[in-house]
């Protein structure tokens, strides 16, 4: 079965700070991971994706995330955040887009 | 914006009731997921259906059920509501292509239910 841990319920940082949200997968075979980001009452937006390839990908916002299939992580990186980035993050893990697991989310407070 | 429209966007229902959403998917994907955002918690995937069949069920039961209609747009019927059956519906619409396809997700239908 698949699952994935988001060990961060809460992460506060400055803002200019830079920001390490952790995700840590469980999946049978090579995964398809995202992060997607929610703000308060709107759905899901898609940051970036690993399919295959260069384990490090860049995303929107500045955002980017590093899979490291020894440690089955697939941590989200940004090196100076925003007042902006305050929401909620998600990490997911399938076997494409088609039918995705996702960790319990990390909110991110930004202090001014 | 992704595209990818649902109604309505809140929604009051009563227990035992019964509750049709909709997702309008982005134009030229073929495939709609459903997931289920409590409060607080991650979404969790309901069902997905490919070309008008399903193709994929989480841990939900058969009160949860679906259609996909041949212009690609979905309902997610709930029949016998339950109180927990409160939260966040979500629609995700995919151009399955095989090769890795991202999935658009839309605002999301907030149900409550009293």
């Known amino acids: 079965a698949q699952s994935v841990t988001q060990p961060d319920i809460h992460i506060t940082v400055s803002e200019g700070a830079s920001l390490e949200l952790r995700c840590n997968y469980s999946y049978g075979a090579t995964p398809y991971l995202f992060w997607y980001v929610q703000s308060p009452g709107q759905g899901l937006q898609l940051l970036l994706k690993y399919f295959s390839g260069d384990t490090l990908v860049q995303g929107i916002k500045g955002f980017e995330a590093e899979f490291k299939r020894s440690q089955s992580s697939f941590n989200l990186r940004k090196p100076s955040v925003h007042w902006s980035d305050a929401a909620e993050y998600f990490c997911?893990?399938?076997?494409?887009?088609?039918?995705?697991?996702f960790g319990s989310g990390t909110q991110l407070t930004v202090l001014p | 914006e992704t595209g990818v429209t649902q109604s309505p966007t809140h929604l009051i229902k009563t227990r035992g009731q019964q509750v049709t959403l909709r997702c309008s998917s982005q134009s030229g994907h073929n495939t709609v997921s459903w997931y289920q955002q409590a409060l607080g918690q991650g979404p969790q995937f309901i069902f997905q259906y490919y070309r008008e069949e399903e193709n994929g069920r989480g841990n939900f039961p058969p009160r949860f059920s679906g259609l996909q209609f041949p212009n690609y747009s979905s309902e997610l019927n709930v029949n016998a509501l339950e109180l927990d059956d409160s939260a966040l519906y979500l629609c995700a619409s995919s151009l399955r292509t095989g090769s890795g396809d991202e999935a658009f997700f839309g605002q999301g239908t907030r149900l409550t239910v009293v």
């Open positions: 997911a893990v399938g076997g494409s887009a088609r039918q995705l697991t």
